[in-house]
């Protein structure tokens, strides 16, 4: 639901307000509450009694919200008021209704990425004001200096406005998110300095507000109307990434059609992982080797190496190794207990991994790095010395898990695939694997049972198809070398069973270019379209998703009339025109449009 205060707009949905504009630039991308447990995990919320009240330049937003989890169970009321001036409150008050152990509770504010480099200024809780920029590189550090102990933030806007925020309650901090691919730095309460995680006992209160306005603008104005998503091509192109897949933990092996279908897809390799650390690695590369050959695909095999016995452990690895006799694409070394706050022992590990095993295939390279989030990485930034290549983690749900929030994660990939190569001082860089979940959490403060990764359903959706062709695009133009995406098959994979997901298709489509190359294209509204657009030879195809619920009008700048139109994912597109260097579409919800080329 849109609704005005004044010269400002936004959109609010179950408790958040989201996309604030001003002339139609965001300037805040989401204020929404968090209850997070202790092992940082959030308390959905639960809404009753929601009233909207929206005038032509005003509002009022009441509701209340439960959040359970586990020990959880905390109750509040949220109330927003958005005026005709232009000022917009948001107020919380609630307790909790059992004692359990949280690590936050209130109120987050999201700053668009594409803020970086804006000049601030800073008010703290002493009183004293300082002068700060937004970083454009993104920052290990918590919380990014001087963004900390804030009751005031304020940050120039277009046509030298300010957007000022004030807050209440609690003393708040920001952290860069782009860490973990979202595409915002965040202000949150509770200082991450205090320790957590902490009791909080049955009926204690908790009362925050926030209070957000925009000083040097006229009381009354319309944003601009939204245009049909753009799309346009420059004349800049990278090699296409060598794309694999990784093997299910827990999924039987696949019917001979299902291995026909994958081995269709002219794959690079096939991801599998081996705990050092457990009693399982025998009958795991077992599994691996098998499901490689049927494949014919060579195995990028991850190494999970307890720090603490790693040459004994490694030892075992090569004698399992030299058993099953896999073909051997590269060797992926990590520690297998990854711990925020200590430096990984990379160097280290790769080189008694180069020790022990490069014997075993002496062309397959060596890449280290993490096999989690880029902030454990960003946090201890080392020279890629003793190793071949630089690897790391995506997943886009640390923070945030509806579809809006996983389409603004796309465009962070590359900013975060960017500083990767800044990392790796060119050494190829190596994304392994992309999946829509986190596998593990390394948070959490409490042991967690092993489990299988959770699936999530939409890896079976179109929209998920859409979300992996958005990925690719980022990762690929930001110039990575090979990237892992999701799993060969299973529910965490491309098809189960006699199942093909939508994903399948998009892989299919990118398989026909494999050795080919990724031309750059920009969209004028990428959290609506955006394209990925292959070249090999002399042909051109330019996949183009749409992340809306609905039909939308999509136009393509380009010089040469297409040759074909077709549908890749979704239902068919209506009839395309083209006039005047603009082809123009009108194409269904949640679904990939193929448009080609042939010279």
Not at 305 to 316: G, I, K, N, S, T
Not at 439 to 452: G, I
Not at 517 to 527: C, F, G, K, T
Not at 540 to 568: Q, Y
Request: charged letters at 20%; a positive charge; proline letters at 7%.
């Amino acid at each position: 639901m849109m609704l005005r205060a004044g010269p400002l707009e936004m959109r609010y949905g179950y408790g958040d307000l989201r996309a604030i504009s001003v002339g139609g630039r965001e300037i805040v991308r989401r204020i929404y509450a968090a209850v997070r447990d202790r092992n940082w995990d959030t308390a959905p919320n639960a809404l009753d009694n929601v009233v909207v009240q929206a005038r032509p330049d005003a509002f009022d937003v009441s509701f209340a919200c439960e959040n359970r989890l586990n020990d959880v169970d905390f109750a509040w009321r949220g109330a927003i008021h958005g005026s005709a001036e232009g000022t917009v409150t948001y107020r919380l008050e609630g307790s909790a209704r059992a004692t359990f152990l949280k690590n936050r509770i209130g109120f987050c504010v999201l700053h668009p990425a594409a803020c970086a480099g804006a000049q601030c200024e800073i008010q703290h809780a002493d009183g004293g004001r300082e002068r700060a920029v937004l970083p454009r590189r993104i920052i290990a550090a918590q919380p990014v200096s001087p963004f900390e102990n804030m009751r005031l933030f304020r940050q120039r806007i277009a046509g030298g406005a300010w957007l000022e925020i004030a807050f209440e309650g609690d003393l708040f901090e920001m952290e860069d998110q782009r860490n973990w691919t979202d595409a915002s730095y965040k202000t949150f309460s509770t200082p991450l300095r205090l320790p957590f995680p902490v009791e909080v006992k049955q009926g204690a209160h908790v009362r925050q507000m926030i209070t957000l306005r925009v000083e040097g603008l006229p009381r009354r104005g319309r944003a601009r109307p939204s245009a049909n998503p753009l799309i346009s091509f420059s004349d800049h192109t990278v090699p296409l990434p060598r794309i694999g897949l990784g093997m299910p933990a827990d999924a039987p092996a696949p019917r001979e059609g299902a291995v026909q279908a994958l081995r269709g897809l002219k794959l690079a390799h096939l991801r599998a992982d081996l705990d050092l650390s457990g009693d399982t690695v025998v009958g795991d590369l077992r599994r691996a080797t098998a499901m490689s050959k049927r494949l014919g695909l060579p195995l990028e095999l991850a190494l999970l190496v307890p720090a603490e016995d790693a040459d004994v452990a490694l030892l075992r690895a090569r004698a399992a190794i030299q058993a099953a006799r896999p073909r051997i694409a590269r060797w992926l070394i990590y520690r297998a207990v990854e711990v925020q706050t200590e430096p990984p022992p990379i160097q280290t590990l790769v080189g008694l991994a180069r020790r022990h095993l490069k014997g075993l295939a002496p062309r397959a390279p060596f890449a280290s790095g993490v096999n989690t989030d880029f902030m454990f990485l960003n946090r201890h930034p080392l020279a890629a010395t003793g190793m071949d290549a630089l690897t790391v983690a995506i997943n886009p749900q640390v923070h945030a898990f509806d579809d809006a929030s996983l389409v603004e994660t796309l465009a962070a990939q590359g900013t975060l695939a960017k500083n990767l190569q800044r990392l790796a001082r060119s050494k190829p860089v190596i994304v392994s694997p992309v999946t829509l979940l986190p596998r593990f959490n390394p948070y959490a403060t409490a042991a967690l049972a092993r489990a299988s990764p959770p699936a999530d359903p939409r890896q079976r959706t179109a929209f998920g198809a859409c979300w992996a062709l958005g990925s690719l695009k980022y990762l690929a133009e930001a110039g990575m070398s090979s990237v892992t995406f999701f799993e060969t098959h299973g529910p965490r994979g491309l098809l189960e069973g006699r199942n093909i997901f939508p994903v399948y298709a998009l892989f299919a489509a990118v398989g026909a270019f494999a050795g080919g190359a990724v031309l750059a294209s920009a969209s004028s509204r990428p959290l609506t379209a955006d394209a990925l657009v292959l070249v090999k030879g002399r042909r051109t195809s330019a996949l183009i998703a749409n992340f809306a619920e609905g039909e939308t009008d999509i136009e393509v700048r380009t010089a040469a009339r297409p040759k074909r139109i077709d549908r890749v994912v979704g239902a068919e597109s209506a009839p395309a025109t083209y006039m005047d260097g603009r082809l123009r579409l009108r194409v269904a919800g949640r679904s990939i449009t193929r448009v080609t080329w042939a010279q």
